[in-house]
């Protein structure tokens, strides 16, 4: 009785499962791995740590020194550490405390929305020519 | 049967609100993965009772969650509210288009695939305007997205079974 109850359950999980679905997460799920291909390719590791407060500029300092600096934010200090070629988040006054578990980056950016400190990491030359690089192979 | 219909938003809200708030204390080992559990009233609301009452539970969930959490008006209650309109409206259309086509799971990863969608532009419209920091991350929020979309839809599946199992009606 019971392998019966349990040989309905798994009908029941794919009965409803139409091929729609199964297209649908196919799709998803190569959409999203070819997206970390192409990200890899496309944004190589940054140079350069810009950090921002309320989407203006405030600190532009290279990757490859060791650094710990204290950026004022909306709400109170967001404490910034660049170590070894990465960038984190130690200290942040916000409640979530997002930001400092995001950890060590080396490209994109770390994000502290309550304080509006964001932290990217991009490169400060050769952008353009990069562009036309992946454009033309 | 109108007074049936509050009935059952009120109870479905109800649920969702105590799904997303436990959902809130549970630790993840990704800091803004969240698993969106409290999709699956709405997938299972939608799917029973219409895109209306999806609607009303996901406003009802989204806002009265966010009083009792504390993030009211607040820029984690903004990335919420988006999401969850556009995930439910996108689940909707989905479903009131092709009610055939998508099963629970595919609706289920429709409504993740949006409320990501909604969360990475109103991040970059309000707190980041770095298109190349939104574009790292969007991969990775995607494949998440379609993981716990489809974890979500086959909880959501068997509820919905259940729960048409149990009512005749």
Known sequence: MKSSEIRRDKKVLT?????????????????SISGFVFI??????????????????????????????TVKGIIGNTMVEIKNKKVRITESPCLNKICIHTGWIDRGA???????????????????NKAIDAITG | MQSQDKYRIALFSAYAIAIHSFENLLPTPIPWLRLGIANIITLATLVLYGFRAAMMVTLIRVILSSIFIGTFLGPGF???????????????????????????VGLSLIGALFHNAAQLFIAYLLFVRQLEAILIVTPLLIL???????????????LINNITDKSPQ
């Open chain 1, 15 to 31: 009965e409803r499962m139409t091929l729609a679905d199964i297209l649908l997460l196919a799709a998803l799920v190569t959409i």
């Open chain 1, 40 to 69: 890899k390719e496309a944004f190589p590791q940054g140079t350069d740590v810009r950090i921002e407060v309320n989407g203006k500029l405030a600190y532009r300092l290279p990757l490859n020194t060791n650094t710990t600096i």
């Open chain 1, 110 to 128: 770390v994000v502290c929305i309550p304080n509006r400190v964001t932290v990217f990491v991009d490169r400060s030359e050769g952008k353009e």
């Open chain 2, 78 to 104: 903004i990335m919420s509210f988006c999401g969850g309109v556009s995930s439910t409206v996108a689940m909707g259309i989905t479903f009131s288009l092709f009610p055939r086509l998508f099963g629970p």
């Open chain 2, 144 to 158: 998440l997205g379609t993981i716990t979309g489809v974890v979500n839809g086959f909880i959501g599946n068997i």
